[in-house]
């Protein structure tokens, strides 16, 4: 190959396997990322993160398929493959934030193991939206309230300015019977949110 300007691109395999993830060519870029774990082993982790993710990017349906009356799935990626390079980019690295956060999404949602993987995540990267899954799932698989609160009270304290901690905290409250701190969650969602329009932001993200 010529290169432009008779020089040999600078580029290494992990940056020209990420332009081809974003160009949506996912054969050739999991090729670039495979040449680049072989290479430099150190970043092993990094490298099996992108394939997964390109597996989950690539459309394994020939066809659209009706999945439920009214729903039909036009895209499903291959969450086998996937979850297999993020188990093993933890194998080099078990404390690689992008492949837990990634492998806790393949796994079933009522999975023990997918509550251990949200747990150690969130231990070593406070991320709001996983600490809403972990909080979900203490309160919908576990029952276990107490727990569930303290997990949406921190996803609440990391980011004070989204919405989805106060409503889970307000329906959480009703449900624990108590009804009084359930309306002091809202009406501090409903302060947020008006300091968020003096300095116009818009509601709901964080």
Known sequence: MIWPFGKKSSLTDLQRGSQLLVAQNYDEAIEMFLRHARKNPDDKSKSYAKIAECYLRTNMLKEPEEIASGITLISQGNRRSAEYYYRLALQHNPRHF????????????????????????????????????????????????????????????????????YLRLDDLCRRMGRDDEAKEWSGRWKEAKARKKRFGQPPGGG
């Open 98 to 165: 992008t492949s837990l956060r990634g492998l806790a999404d393949v796994l079933p949602q009522s999975s023990t193991e997918r509550c251990e993987i949200l747990e150690k995540a969130v231990s070593i990267q406070p991320d709001t939206v996983m600490l809403i899954d972990l909080g979900d799932f203490y309160r919908s698989v576990q029952k276990n309230y107490d727990r569930a609160y303290e997990t949406y009270k921190n996803a609440q304290s990391h980011a004070p300015k989204d919405q989805t901690a």
